[in-house]
Each structure stands twice: as C-alpha cells, then as structure tokens.
C-alpha cells in the first residue's frame, strides 16, 4: 500500500503527448503547445504571488516572503521565480489569484485526483479533464506505451513519453519482436505504432532533473512535427513545517518551477510564442503559519501562467482580501474563480475547440466561464 509520504514526496516526472502527424484534425489546426505542470502538496498562493497587505505579515511574522519582485500596485511575486519575472516584464506572463478547483476538504489524495479528473467526487471518474479535452477536440497520438496519468486519459488513441534512466531497444530489435506476434493482436500494434516515433524520444540516459526534463520537452514540443503536450509533476508543496519565507522549503520548490519555466523558453525556441504554460495544485495553504514555522492545508491558491499565447501581464482576481469574514471558514484564502474555467479556456484555445464543447463533454456542463479573451492571444 502506498504511503502518504510516498505519495507526496515521488521524483519529478514528465509525459510527453501526441504527435499531430498520427492525427488527420491536428494537421489541420495550427500548433499551439500547452503545458501544464502539476504541484502537488498544495502550492501557497499566498507565497508565490503574495499580495500587498499588512494583514499577512500579521498572520505570517516568521514565513513572510521579503525582497519580493514587484508585479502590480497589489501584488508581487517570489524572489525565486526570476524567469518567471523575466518574461511578465515582456508581457508574456500573468496569474490568476485566488482560484481554486471546487474543492474543500484538504486531503491530498482526494484533491489530486479531483484536480487530474477534474470531478465532482473523488476518485468517481476514471479519465481526466485534459484527456477528455484532447479527446473532444479529435487530437489523437500514438498507441498508449506507458502507465497514462490521470490528467491525460480517456477513450482517444493517446502516446506518453516517460524518460527512463534506460535505452530503449533499439528500431532494428523492436521490428524483430513485432514480428513474433499475429498480426491481428494488440501488442504487435502498440509495438508498431512506438516505433513510428522519433528513436531520439525512446533512447538516451534520461533525467529526473527539473532542468533535464525541461529541456528535453521545450526541444520536442518545439518541432513542427512534436508533441503539442506536455504534463510536468512537481512533489514537495505541503509545506507543513520550515516552509520559510525568500528562502526554505517553499523557495526551493518554486525554484525549481522556475528553473522549468526558465529551460522551456530556451528550448522551445520560436515555438515559446506558440506555447502555454500553466500550473496546477489541489488547494493552498492557510493563511495563518503553524507552530512549525509552515502552513496547514487551504483552499484559494493562485495560477501562474507564462508563455507567447499570454495575452497580457495581470493578476486576474476578484480578490477577497485577507480578512477573517472575507476568508473560507475563517482561515483560507478564499477561491472566487473556478479553476477549471482558466483550463477549460486554455483548452479551447490551444486546440481550436469551441469552449462550449469543451464545457459539455469535458466538465459536464458545469457553470464554467470563458476567459480566452481575457486571458490569452488568440
């Protein structure tokens, strides 16, 4: 049985998916990549994004970030997300504060499958909203090859790239082992159709590194050709204890964000226009800290955003404020937007998918609003 520690504190990981070429709709739409990378623990919005406000040094004396970036007249950002800050001053980053999916009852394992499947139950639904989005949008891959993400599956033909620490056999082999097998089963198919891909994508040392991963989807999301997909997950947010401020715990792990950030706009070259990069996390912390100098499980978080599709840089947020009869049960940040508005809307974008289909057959008709103009450069 899996651990909560376990759960919580797996190595980085990266899925690349699909290749436009193995699907006839996808070459008829243009390419705009859509990255999306997962913070798993529950990132502190309040942290990241902190905002202008007396009130959160009074609640945060130990854990206040200092030094911050400035970003607007009230809000400003972590000193550890410099690439991040780098493109918002070329207005080609923004955030959404205070947001949240519509969820409550701070467990990890229950929020980190609502915020991959994108339900109204936990562990009810056995796809989640970006394979379903890819589905509906008729964006097919590859044959699946490896263990699928929630995130990412559904009834489409989907592909998954997971760099391993091992080469792959290689074309000549792979033919040799198809060849062994009827024609008509589905494992001579699935061999098949993986070696349709690029060899450079099945072979290599592979990396867990932050830096590594990133390197190796800006450089393949960037080719005409490539995946249009990609998912990043990131352990380490549930900061309970020693979370810090400018530095610790916390810091580290935006970093590491950064440094993502950082490495995907290198790699991906003249394709960073045509590129969305968003993140994810089940909820936020509290806003009060802890005897442990860290923070306890929340709700409202913030979305940071980066990348050519950016529309403008802003903090979109019908923001609550910091006081207690403002906050959810008198101690989070409120979530006044729901989240998955911002990645249906990154959806219809990225795809060329009308909103409303994506809102019936993804989020099942749920009041979501459309943000693409508000959000992003169509």
Same mark, same amino acid.
């Given at each position: 049985?899996?651990?909560?520690?376990?759960?919580?504190?797996?190595?980085?990981?990266?899925?690349?998916? @699909?290749?436009?070429?193995? &699907?006839?709709?996808?070459?008829?739409?243009?390419?705009?990549?859509?990255?999306?990378? $997962?913070?798993?623990?529950?990132?502190?919005?309040?942290?990241?994004?902190?905002?202008?406000?007396?009130?959160?040094?009074?609640?945060?004396?130990?854990?206040?970030? +200092?030094?911050?970036?400035?970003?607007?007249?009230?809000?400003?950002?972590?000193?550890?997300? +410099?690439? *991040?800050?780098?493109?918002?001053?070329?207005?080609?980053?923004?955030?959404?504060?205070?947001?949240?999916?519509?969820?409550?009852?701070?467990?990890?394992?229950?929020?980190?499958?609502?915020?991959? &499947?994108?339900?109204?139950?936990?562990?009810?639904?056995?796809?989640?909203?970006? =394979?379903?989005?890819?589905?509906?949008?008729?964006?097919? =891959?590859?044959?699946?090859?490896?263990?699928?993400?929630?995130?990412?599956? $559904?009834?489409?033909?989907?592909?998954?790239?997971?760099?391993?620490?091992?080469? &792959?056999?290689?074309?000549?082999?792979?033919?040799?082992?198809?060849?062994?097998?009827?024609?008509?089963?589905?494992?001579?198919?699935?061999?098949?159709?993986?070696?349709?891909?690029?060899?450079?994508?099945?072979?290599? $040392?592979?990396?867990?590194?932050?830096?590594?991963?990133?390197?190796?989807? /800006?450089?393949?999301?960037? !080719?005409?050709? /490539?995946? +249009?997909?990609?998912?990043?997950?990131?352990? /380490?947010?549930?900061?309970?204890?020693?979370?810090?401020?400018?530095?610790?715990?916390?810091? #580290?792990?935006?970093?590491?964000?950064?440094?993502?950030? @950082?490495?995907?706009?290198?790699?991906? /070259?003249?394709?960073?226009?045509?590129?969305?990069?968003?993140?994810?996390?089940?909820?936020?912390?509290?806003?009060?800290?802890?005897?442990?100098? =860290?923070?306890?499980?929340?709700?409202?978080?913030?979305?940071?955003?980066?990348?050519?599709?950016?529309? %403008?840089?802003?903090?979109?947020? %019908?923001?609550?404020?910091?006081?207690? !009869?403002?906050?959810?049960? @008198?101690? #989070?940040?409120?979530?006044?937007?729901?989240?998955?508005?911002?990645?249906?809307?990154?959806?219809?974008?990225? *795809? %060329?998918? %009308?909103?409303?289909?994506?809102?019936?057959?993804?989020?099942?008709?749920?009041?979501?609003?459309?943000?693409?103009? !508000?959000?992003? +450069?169509?």
């Amino acid at each position: 049985m899996i651990t909560r520690r376990q759960f919580l504190a797996g190595s980085m990981t990266l899925t690349l998916l @699909g290749s436009p070429l193995f &699907s006839a709709i996808a070459e008829q739409k243009k390419k705009r990549n859509l990255i999306i990378i $997962s913070l798993r623990g529950g990132m502190d919005g309040l942290s990241a994004v902190p905002p202008i406000d007396p009130a959160l040094e009074q609640h945060r004396p130990d854990i206040m970030v +200092r030094k911050t970036l400035p970003l607007t007249s009230d809000f400003t950002l972590h000193p550890s997300l +410099r690439n *991040f800050h780098k493109a918002w001053k070329e207005n080609k980053a923004a955030v959404v504060h205070s947001t949240n999916i519509p969820y409550k009852m701070r467990s990890h394992f229950e929020g980190q499958d609502l915020m991959e &499947s994108g339900g109204h139950k936990p562990f009810a639904e056995h796809t989640g909203w970006l =394979g379903r989005g890819l589905e509906a949008a008729g964006l097919e =891959g590859l044959a699946i090859a490896l263990p699928m993400p929630l995130i990412l599956r $559904s009834k489409a033909h989907l592909d998954n790239y997971f760099p391993t620490r091992l080469s &792959s056999p290689s074309p000549n082999i792979m033919k040799k082992i198809s060849e062994t097998y009827p024609d008509d089963t589905k494992l001579k198919s699935t061999i098949e159709r993986v070696m349709m891909r690029p060899y450079s994508m099945l072979s290599g $040392s592979g990396s867990r590194k932050a830096y590594r991963l990133a390197e190796t989807a /800006g450089k393949e999301l960037a !080719k005409a050709e /490539g995946p +249009r997909v990609a998912v990043f997950d990131i352990n /380490g947010f549930d900061t309970h204890a020693a979370q810090g401020g400018s530095n610790g715990e916390h810091a #580290d792990k935006l970093y590491n964000l950064d440094r993502i950030f @950082g490495q995907l706009r290198t790699h991906l /070259g003249s394709a960073f226009k045509d590129t969305l990069i968003i993140t994810l996390t089940e909820f936020g912390r509290k806003i009060e800290q802890n005897g442990g100098n =860290g923070t306890e499980h929340g709700y409202g978080t913030a979305v940071l955003m980066m990348g050519g599709l950016v529309k %403008d840089a802003k903090v979109y947020a %019908d923001w609550p404020g910091l006081n207690r !009869k403002n906050m959810f049960e @008198g101690q #989070d940040l409120n979530a006044t937007i729901d989240a998955r508005s911002i990645y249906c809307s990154a959806m219809a974008m990225a *795809f %060329d998918t %009308d909103f409303g289909k994506l809102q019936r057959q993804v989020f099942w008709n749920d009041p979501l609003v459309n943000l693409q103009d !508000k959000l992003f +450069r169509i």
